[in-house]
């Protein structure tokens, strides 16, 4: 699957939003990928995820588990390693920071393909390695459906994408004026809580 198929996964589904959106990094962008639209449906997540695992494979071929972030992760983790043949787990927030929860723990040695969503600066992703790492795994690679970054994020390990997409973004205080025209969208759950 090439990155203009997994684009056009997105599009079909109605995920591909434009207009003015505040991005769980806190950056702003004209271009807002809401997954859950295309995760709903089994049949669009199997194709992406199956893509995804190929893609790892190539990359880790002994990966023993998936490891995600909640709350966006969970369903590409799951199903990618479902496509793996190997267990998922996921991280929680737990006092601010990333933990295994909920009976999970890493066996010695296990090999982990830690999967994402969507990369935008990274940071999610870092954190996610930070706790799977404090745990005792080792982070084999990074996956993701999208990278947003256009490459140029460091998750912290080996990235690997179904799509690399340079997507514009920025900081509150320097939003182009056509941005800064338009009302301000927030879809994302980071700051739900606050």
């Given amino acids: 699957m090439n990155a203009d198929e997994v684009i056009d996964e997105f599009r079909a589904a109605g995920a591909l939003r434009e207009g003015h959106f505040v991005l769980s990094s806190g950056l702003h962008s004209p271009v807002f990928l809401q997954k859950n639209l295309v995760f709903m449906h089994p049949d669009r997540c199997e194709r992406l995820c199956r893509a995804l695992a190929q893609k790892i494979r190539a990359v880790a071929p002994d990966v023993d588990l998936v490891i995600s972030p909640a709350v966006g992760g969970i369903i590409p983790g799951y199903e990618t390693a479902r496509q793996l043949g190997v267990a998922s787990l996921y991280v929680e927030r737990e006092g601010g920071q990333f933990k295994l929860r909920r009976g999970f723990s890493i066996p010695k040695g296990a090999k982990i393909a830690m999967v994402e969503d969507i990369v935008t600066t990274g940071l999610s992703s870092r954190e996610c390695i930070a706790a799977i790492r404090a745990a005792g795994g080792e982070v084999v690679c990074a996956g ?6 256009g490459g140029e994020a460091d998750v912290g390990a080996p990235l690997v994408s179904l799509a690399s997409w340079k997507v514009p973004a920025y900081p509150a205080d320097q939003l182009p004026p ?6 301000i969208q927030d879809p994302g759950s980071r700051r739900l809580s606050a």
């Fill in 144 to 149: 993701c459906i999208v990278d947003r970054s």
């Fill in 178 to 183: 056509e941005l800064a025209a338009i009302p």
